[in-house]
């Protein structure tokens, strides 16, 4: 790691001596081997792209766009240390143009590149602890939306323990008993594996007779679409006495 940063370094320090030599005024982009270089590069050959850009450099000062492409071309390459060099001189000929921002941009991807090319691999995300922040940050949304279902569970569970205190009248769900008008009593049962309405109208009320059934589906209308289609396991549903 010592020596990468050495050389890092290196790069950084000859890329501001070449630059403050450079005549930002020379348009390299006229020069014919340039333009051959464009073309190499379209065509896909872009070790012969890279030899025109650098012909370029050799022939002229300030040939800024030129060391913008051949180090392009070196990264396209995978050869990260001379890719830094040349885009280093980029930033120094025009510091303040349109691309300045993005070429630093690649400068850190090749860095990367270099870092990644080290024996060891230091940028694994175990070495670096934020490669792989994309996976993290989906893991941990992934996590909060369990969190809110089972917050959300629970705050139903909650509401299902407390009777309600003025169950509204209906024909579905009586508010008051038979006998004497008085407001509906209500005991709890938490569903377990297994579970039917007549087993527990049975375990209940050691009745199991259709109307047991109807009464503790109507006092669960809420959580249940049918006699036959009981909530999850762990639901509370309410049994009317």
């Keep these: 790691m010592v020596r990468a940063a050495f050389v890092l370094s290196f790069l950084l320090l000859v890329g501001c001596e070449d630059g403050s030599r450079a005549d930002s005024r020379t348009l390299d982009v006229d020069d014919p081997e340039f333009r051959q270089g464009q073309t190499f590069h379209k065509q896909g050959e872009t070790r012969k792209a890279l030899e025109c850009f650098l012909k370029v450099i050799d022939n002229r000062k300030g040939a800024a766009e030129s060391h913008l492409e051949a180090g392009r071309m070196y990264l396209e390459l995978q050869d990260p240390l001379p890719a830094i060099y040349h885009f280093n001189q ?20 090749a860095e990367k590149q270099f870092m990644q090319q080290l024996p060891g691999r230091p940028m694994e995300p175990d070495a670096l602890g934020n490669a792989d922040l994309n996976a993290r940050v989906r893991s941990l949304q992934l996590e909060n939306e369990k969190l809110k279902r089972e917050l959300a569970d629970n705050n139903r569970a909650q509401k299902a323990l407390v009777p309600p205190t003025k169950p509204a009248a ?4 009586p508010a008051t008993s038979a006998a004497d008008g008085a407001p509906a009593r209500f005991r709890q049962h938490t569903i ?9 109208a049975r375990k209940a009320y050691g009745d199991a007779s259709p109307a047991r059934i109807s009464a503790i589906f109507n006092a669960n209308r809420d959580k249940m679409t049918s006699v036959n289609a009981l909530p999850k396991i762990g639901t509370v549903i309410l049994l009317p006495e």
């Design 90 to 109: 980029y930033v120094r000929m025009k510091p303040t143009s349109e691309q300045s921002n993005i070429v630093r941009q690649m400068i850190k991807t």
């Design 170 to 173: 209906s024909a579905d769900r």
């Design 192 to 200: 377990a594996k297994g579970d039917s309405l007549f087993s527990i």
